[in-house]
Each structure stands twice: as C-alpha cells, then as structure tokens.
C-alpha cells in the first residue's frame, strides 16, 4: 500500500492550488489535507480523531510556515524529535522569504524550503516538480514505501 502525502495548508487558495499541481503530477498516493499545525501533530502522532488511523507514517510532509495554533518550526521541530517520524521527509512551503525562518528550518532538519511563487503557473509547477522530486528521484529510507507515478492517460 502506497504511503499518503501530508499537506499541511491553511490558506484555501494555495490548498486549492497545491493539489491541483500534485493531482498534474500523476502521484498515484493519497493526498491527506489538515488545516493547522495541531491538527498536523495529532494526525502524525495518531491522537484524538486520527487515534484510529492506519499506521504508519506519510511518504511525505508538505508544510506551510505561518500556521494557526502550532507554526510550521514548530511542528517540524516536533517530528524531529520523535523517533518514529523522524525520517519523513518535510517540505517547508511558505511565502517567508526572512532570513531567520529559512535559518530556522535547517536548523530543525528540514528537507527542503520552497518559497511559493507568486505566479499561478510557477506555483503549480514549483509543487508538481516537488511531487515528481519526491516521487522519483529521491531515493527513501530502507524499508519505507516509494511514491508511485500514475501512467498518463
């Protein structure tokens, strides 16, 4: 079973935006919405509504920065810190171009920061580049499940 894609957004536009570039780059994986960085860690963590949820941890983590209830810093720096999550791959999408948070990021173990163009095209094509990045090129961890391309219709 293919391992799903988190996509941690609170802004409906580049949500929208978001799945429609990982929906053009044929990911065959489910794509798993939340809207904040609690319900980011409660899904991660499987607490409260995601207690039932199947195990096993997401292929990938796509991550905005500015976040309601718990920031993106914070929450990478709570997967970072927990064994069983920590070698998911995390994505940092965000409009932040300040020094401190890209400094921050790092510092914490992200993957890779992805500052959301500002142009429609760009931005549906930044995240679709990221999908096909992750889905085949970067080489997992033993033992995790690979993302899998969808053949073109």
């Known amino acids: 079973m293919l391992k799903p894609i988190l996509l941690v957004e609170d802004n409906p536009n580049d949500l929208e935006l978001s799945l429609m570039a990982l929906e053009r780059s044929n990911l065959a994986n489910e794509v798993i919405v939340v809207r ?34 718990v920031d993106g810093l914070e929450v990478l720096e709570q997967v970072r810190q927990a064994e069983p999550l920590r070698s998911i791959p995390v994505v940092m999408l ?41 889905a085949v090129l970067n080489e997992p961890p033993p033992g995790s499940t690979r993302m899998v391309r969808r053949p073109k219709a």
């Open 94 to 134: 965000t409009s932040s171009r300040e020094e401190p948070d890209l400094d921050r990021a790092y510092q914490l173990g992200v993957n890779a920061y992805v500052v959301k163009p500002v142009n429609f095209k760009e931005f549906v094509s930044a995240i679709s580049d990221l999908g096909v990045f992750w």
């Open 36 to 69: 904040d960085g609690a319900e980011a860690l409660d899904f991660l963590f499987r607490r409260h509504r995601y207690a039932d949820r199947d195990e096993g941890n997401p292929a990938l983590l796509l991550l905005d920065l500015k976040l309601p209830k």
